[in-house]
């Protein structure tokens, strides 16, 4: 397994603003991904972080509104940007260990508001 | 047709009872089938993988119905300490993907 810290836990943002979510992980690992659960919802995945490259993001999800950074195989970030109401969500980062992403281990969750 | 179903609950049952989820899937290429467990306001973590030939983990058995395309999950003996939400997932390697299901609420009484 992996610990994973992610932070902020929680935030309340004002709308048409940007928050930045972390995720540091214990070890290397080579898939880190960010996903949303909006409430009552399933888990919904937004992007694989790539190291190195540009995040891949899933139908949806675009980078202009949701920029993910990977500098390294440990961290990454996710930015919510121009937030709007509909952005309140729970934001997770999550990672895999096996070398496949059936195994996933989470983040704490971010819980977002925005007003 | 949802990718992946579950019956929302809450299921309410009394401590020391059996219950039972079942969560249907609709793509028939999937390969991997894995039950996580979220408590509120929590995120989720892998409860147990679940194989064709079915797998007993303690109290918890869950089990594959391919023909039928259904995993199902039975927690004995409940205790108090189960109550959380019930996350059916689902991986298709043709599109490396995982699917989560919305999840069964289970909540263990008294």
């Known amino acids: 397994s992996a610990v994973i810290s992610q932070k902020p836990s929680r935030d309340i943002c004002q709308r048409g603003t940007s928050l930045t979510i972390q995720c540091q992980v214990d070890?290397?690992?080579?898939?880190m991904f960010w996903y949303r659960q909006q409430p009552g919802q399933s888990l919904t995945l937004i992007a694989t972080?790539?190291?190195?490259?540009?995040?891949?993001?899933e139908s949806g999800f675009v980078i202009d509104k949701f920029p993910i950074s990977r500098p390294n195989l440990t961290f990454s970030t996710l930015t919510v940007s121009n937030m709007s109401p509909e952005d309140s969500s729970i934001y997770l980062c999550?990672?895999?260990?096996?070398?496949?992403?059936?195994?996933?281990?989470f983040g704490s969750g971010t819980q977002l508001s925005v007003l | 047709r949802k990718e992946v179903e579950q019956d929302p609950g809450p299921f309410n049952v009394p401590e020391g009872a059996t219950v039972a989820f079942n969560c249907t899937y609709s793509n028939s290429a999937s390969q991997s089938f894995f039950w996580y467990r979220q408590d509120c306001r929590k995120e989720p973590k892998l409860l147990m993988s679940?194989?064709?030939s079915g797998n007993e983990d303690g109290r918890f058995t869950a089990q594959l119905n391919r023909a039928s395309q259904y995993i199902s999950l039975l927690i004995r003996d409940s205790k108090l300490s189960d109550s959380a939400t019930y996350l059916c997932?689902?991986?298709?390697?043709?599109?490396?993907?995982?699917?989560f299901g919305t999840g069964t609420q289970l909540k263990v009484e008294l």
């Open positions: 070890s290397q690992v080579t898939m």
């Open positions: 679940v194989y064709s």
């Open positions: 972080a790539n190291q190195g490259s540009e995040a891949t993001y």
């Open positions: 999550s990672v895999a260990t096996m070398g496949t992403n059936e195994k996933l281990f």
């Open positions: 997932v689902v991986f298709t390697g043709g599109g490396n993907k995982l699917t």
